[in-house]
């Protein structure tokens, strides 16, 4: 069975400083994979996503940016976190193919307080 | 833009009792998929149903199931039989050409 795992759970930052979250997802070939955050009160806004290795999607212009280093790992990235970036963040993947079509399956989540 | 709404913030129910969620969205396609989340104090998001826009028949998985008005743009949530391991944010969302757009979330409470 497919299964997706995202670290870490829980994260406090300083302003200014660098931000790395990482996600795997295991038991599938060439998923599509998804960063999206939450604001408090709100639905969830996609930040990025990637249909291969290397190809990735941005939706949002934003202070953030994202990596597929390999098949099924997807990283999540700031050189300087600002305030604004704090919130919940989720990973999410789905089968190959249009992405449109397919159901996703999240993470447990990141939240990320910036101080 | 396509927009997925809401327009409930909050929703309670007694428990064994039914509870239906509404959601309505907008969209000038005619395939899409419509999805319910629910997503526990833990915070992951849990796939609860999924509607295929071409299917006329309403989805149900055990205890929910929809009410899929396609020419309304409605896409409602009931849940029978309410238990307190319901009681969750239930977020409605649909497909757009890559990604999900997300309605703002009913908090659903469920009083024993």
């Known amino acids: 069975s497919q299964t997706i795992h995202q670290w870490p759970a829980t994260l406090v930052q300083p302003v200014g400083s660098p931000l790395s979250l990482e996600c795997t997802v295991e038991g599938t070939s060439n998923p599509n994979l998804y960063w999206y955050r939450q604001a408090a009160g709100r639905g969830l806004q996609l930040l990025f996503y990637s249909v291969g290795i290397g190809q990735i999607s941005s939706e949002v212009p934003q202070n953030l940016s994202a990596s597929r280093p390999q098949d099924r790992q997807f990283i999540l990235s700031s050189k300087k976190l600002l305030l604004s970036d704090s919130g919940f963040y989720l990973c999410a993947w789905s089968v190959d193919g249009t992405p449109a079509k397919n159901i996703q399956y999240f993470g447990a989540g990141t939240r990320l307080s910036v101080l | 833009a396509q927009t997925v709404t809401q327009s409930q913030p909050e929703m309670s129910v007694q428990e064994a009792e039914t509870v239906t969620l509404s959601c309505t969205y907008d969209?000038?396609?005619?395939?899409?998929?419509l999805f319910w989340y629910k997503q526990p104090p833990s915070r992951q998001m849990i796939l609860v149903i999924r509607?295929?826009?071409?299917?006329?028949q309403n989805a149900t998985e055990n205890r929910f199931s929809v009410n899929f008005q396609k020419a309304a743009k409605s896409f409602s949530l009931k849940i029978s039989d309410s238990q307190l391991g319901d009681a969750a944010m239930y977020f409605c969302?649909?497909?757009?050409?890559?990604?999900?757009?997300f309605g703002t979330g009913t908090r659903l409470t469920v009083i024993p």
């Open positions: 969302a649909k497909t757009g050409a890559n990604n999900l757009f």
């Open positions: 969209t000038s396609e005619s395939d899409y998929y």
């Open positions: 509607q295929e826009a071409y299917k006329q």
